[in-house]
């Protein structure tokens, strides 16, 4: 579905041959137009100009247009730099000037009174060239940021109908951004905004212009087909087993916290009329559209890796998300400005905030028995401790994501002894180790969770975890 934007109502525009169009995309930019003369702005040097069939090539030139604002700014940038080689070079004579005088003129007190006077006008000439310095130097970091370079480009030839002039990516940024309101405890208010901005060198006006949230160019090779082969198995050695069985307790640890592949259709084109995007390196806000959906909300911690309760909100978008960079309001202030989101189990997950009520600490379970044998298999007991404190004076429903080791060898085995609670507890042990718990603490109430677990594995293939 593609989503009109209008940016300026408009009645009665008739668009001819000649309107001007804007495409753009994620790494390049296309601008066609009819230009006024050779004149094309202070575009990069890997632009391209197509004049219908022809390429033309972009030169650089001193002839600068005073209608162009841009070329405006640079004449002001030389007149300062003209004010500053001015007032270099009359303090340069003015030394001079001095050197000669106290030569030639005998009188000391003739010689004090042109010392003085040219001291004067010297301080005034040194004054005047730092100022001149300085506007130079910012309005040199102001253009930098509207413009690639100070050499206005021009087309080499002239072009009777509209140019196409391709521009690379970089300099036309394009950033998708999502506003969630989670004001009301059941719902949540969504808003898609585009943010756009120029320094391109040349400023963007187009009857119609179209976004493209992909790239321009795309290389793709052909895909051959690869045999899946059977190979006999090699035995490795038993210092190389407990040399690959540490790597496998690492690629656990991720296991939880790793991103979901995000699940995208194909990327939205938007389409906006009377787009004016001029290249001043200001931001340029759009709205694409807003919508409320239904949501969940619940109050996650994941002990073995943070301590910090997160607010965490799940919902089904209308439309697909192309990007997961969010903003998060609540009753009209900014909760937090840069929320990173994801896809997972086919809602998508937004932690919104951080609940400083909960206070979470977790440390390794003490045991007085931890390890017997049985014939060669030795039958290790390990488990931790998650101490919970909730400071409100609200009832906390807290999800809390932990794990158990996960077996890599056939030989070992890891089972789940008991999870104990001083508060009402529901547990799920799911794949890969993940163990989930639901605890409801009253207000100004503690809890204490205790997670013990076994493992058993070959006396002489010992396991690390």
């Known amino acids: ?194 943010e756009l901005r120029n320094r391109s060198g040349i400023d963007i006006e187009a009857e119609r212009a179209t976004l493209y949230y992909q790239p321009m160019n795309r290389y793709l090779r052909p895909i051959r087909f690869s045999p899946w082969i059977v190979h006999d198995r090699a035995v490795p050695k038993a210092g190389m087993m407990r040399k690959m069985a540490m790597p496998a307790a690492s690629e656990n640890l991720a296991a939880d916290i790793a991103y979901a592949a995000v699940e995208t259709e194909n990327p939205r084109h938007y389409r906006i009329k009377e787009l004016k995007l001029p290249s001043n390196g200001e931001k340029v806000d759009i709205s694409v559209g807003s919508w409320r959906v239904d949501a969940e909300r619940e109050e996650r911690v994941y002990p073995y890796r943070d301590l910090r309760v997160y607010h965490v909100v799940r919902f089904q978008p209308n439309v697909p998300v192309e990007t997961n960079r969010w903003r998060i309001l609540e009753s009209g202030k900014v909760v937090a400005s840069n929320v990173s989101g994801e896809y997972r189990n086919g809602r998508y997950t937004l932690f919104v905030s951080v609940d400083e009520d909960v206070v979470v600490q977790r440390e390794k379970m003490v045991l007085k028995e931890k390890e017997s044998f049985f014939g060669g298999t030795v039958r290790k007991k390990d488990g931790y401790v998650i101490r919970l404190v909730n400071q409100s004076n609200e009832t906390k429903r807290l999800k809390i994501v932990d794990r158990i080791p996960v077996a890599v060898r056939s030989d070992v085995e890891v089972k789940l002894l008991s999870v104990r609670c001083d508060q009402t507890i529901e547990k799920r042990l799911l794949e890969k180790g993940r163990l989930e718990m639901d605890v409801s603490m009253p207000p100004k109430s503690h809890a204490e969770v205790r997670v013990l677990f076994e493992v058993s594995y070959d006396k002489e293939k010992p396991i690390v975890y």
């Open 1 to 194: 579905m593609k989503h009109i934007l209008p940016m300026v109502a408009v009645a009665g525009i008739c668009l001819s041959l000649q309107a001007a169009t804007f495409e753009l995309y994620r790494d390049g930019a296309v601008y066609t137009y009819k230009p006024a003369g050779t004149f094309v702005g202070f575009v990069p040097k890997q632009s391209r100009a197509e004049c219908g069939d022809r390429t033309l090539s972009i030169v650089s030139s001193t002839e600068c247009p005073k209608e162009s604002r841009l070329c405006r700014e640079k004449a002001t940038i030389e007149r300062w730099s003209l004010d500053s080689a001015y007032a270099q070079r009359r303090m340069t004579y003015i030394d001079a000037l001095m050197k000669r005088a106290e030569v030639k003129i005998a009188d000391p007190k003739a010689v004090l009174a042109m010392a003085e006077k040219a001291a004067q006008n010297y301080a005034t000439m040194q004054k005047r060239k730092e100022m001149a310095d300085k506007e130079v130097k910012w309005r040199r970091e102001a253009f930098s940021k509207q413009a690639p370079s100070l050499e206005p480009q021009h087309l080499a030839k002239a072009c009777d109908g509209n140019v196409k002039l391709i521009l690379p990516g970089r300099f036309i940024s394009f950033d998708m951004l999502y506003i969630a309101d989670i004001s009301d405890e059941k719902k949540v208010g969504i808003t898609q905004r585009i």
